[in-house]
């Protein structure tokens, strides 16, 4: 399968200048400021990042505003968390779900601090551009890959179970009919032929 990268994400604002100062003054590469008539676009990058941002005018029919959960992957949370502070931004205090797989939207259930031990994938902090775009950085620490070794520690418990059953061999029909002459065995395995990820 060819790869496929993720390479820009359009924002939708209601102040192009305001956004750029915004933008420009977190520190982000400016790549583009290109208008013609009513047509204008400006595109930053975040530093380290393979993906960009575009804003403008006529670029977007979506309600300024309405971008949410856009995710920002750093290394050090509390780094990051100071670095935009003293560039001005308004940043969140450092947060965590104790669901441990991901976050939830609404805030009443999310759990103040970061991750008590800090699991990759685990901490958050949140902030917004002047008209509302709200944006998450993300604590990775290590990179999932589809796989979790035995031993593993370095994401939570959850996660852990999440990604573990859904990579899990799945039980196809041809493993049934192999079993169909032990009856002990149809019977531990017969609810998973509907497709559920088998575990031994």
């Avoid at 009513?38 to 005018?57: A, E, H, K, L, N």
């Avoid at 601090?113 to 902030?127: D, I």
Wanted: glycine share 10%; aromatic share 8%; charged share 20%.
């Amino acid at each position: 399968m060819p790869d496929m990268r993720l390479e820009v994400v359009v924002i939708p604002v209601s102040d192009v200048d305001r956004a750029k100062r915004f933008y420009g003054g977190l520190g982000w590469r400016l790549d583009i400021d290109y208008a013609t008539g009513d047509y204008r676009v400006i595109q930053f990058t975040p530093p380290g990042s393979g993906c960009s941002i575009i804003f403008g005018t006529n670029v977007t029919t979506a309600a300024p505003g309405s971008a949410k959960g856009l995710h920002l992957v750093v290394s050090d949370i509390e780094a990051a968390r100071r670095d935009l502070l003293r560039r001005g931004a308004a940043v969140s205090e450092l947060f965590h779900d104790a669901g441990g797989v991901f976050h939830h939207a609404a805030s009443k259930d999310l759990v103040s601090g970061p991750n008590p031990e800090r699991k990759s994938y685990a901490s958050y902090a949140s902030f917004s551009d002047p008209d509302g775009n709200a944006w998450v950085f993300q604590e990775v620490t290590a990179r999932l890959t589809g796989h979790i070794a035995p031993g593993d520690t370095s994401f939570t418990p959850e996660l852990t179970n999440v990604v573990r059953a859904a990579s899990a061999p799945k039980l196809g029909i041809e493993a049934m009919e192999g079993l169909s002459n032990l009856p002990s065995a149809m019977a531990l395995l017969q609810p998973k032929i509907t497709g559920e990820t088998y575990a031994q």
